[in-house]
């Protein structure tokens, strides 16, 4: 028994790094994998964990053609239009079919306290893509982990 402890405590030194936090590059990552997973299982709650609960920053803009389009038609149009993260869960709670975002050329940077997020994207809807642009997200690191801040993305269909 007197050997068990020394024989413990190495183990335990062995062990340290396994237990240790993932880098912060990595738990961003953890969260970029969550909004996917939350987005396509339709949960809004765990959507809605992975943002801050004050944050007003959602903004889309549409890509020159789509805007083009769109303006002809509809002349009172803007280029770009503030929502919220809020809007978006409810959406993805409520929508009837299937709804997916392909992420492709994740780019993340981060110095362990705020991160950016940056990837091009494919917003699917029933297995068909509805729009695509470029995305950014602002994150923060709180007491509770990871949090998105800000969400920006340019729309093109």
């Avoid at 549409?62 to 978006?88: C, D, I, M």
């Avoid at 995305?135 to 920006?152: C, F, H, P, S």
Wanted: proline residues 4%; negative net charge.
């Amino acid at each position: 028994m007197r050997n068990a402890l020394p024989v413990a405590v190495l183990l335990l030194f062995i062990a340290a790094p396994c237990l240790a936090d993932e880098s912060p590059k990595a738990q961003v990552q953890q969260v970029v994998d969550s909004f996917q997973v939350s987005l396509k299982a339709k949960d809004a709650k765990a959507l809605g964990d992975l943002f801050l609960p004050e944050s007003k920053a959602w903004i889309t803009t549409l890509g020159e053609p789509s805007f083009t389009n769109v303006k002809a038609k509809h002349p009172e149009v803007t280029r770009y239009k503030a929502g919220s993260w809020q809007e978006f869960a409810d959406f993805v709670g409520k929508a009837k079919g299937s709804v997916e975002e392909r992420f492709h050329n994740v780019r993340i940077e981060t110095d362990g306290s705020v991160a950016s997020v940056y990837f091009d994207f494919e917003f699917l809807m029933d297995g068909k893509v509805g729009n695509h642009g470029a995305e950014t997200w602002q994150l923060v690191r709180t007491d509770n982990g990871w949090k998105i801040a800000a969400m920006l993305y340019s729309s093109n269909f």
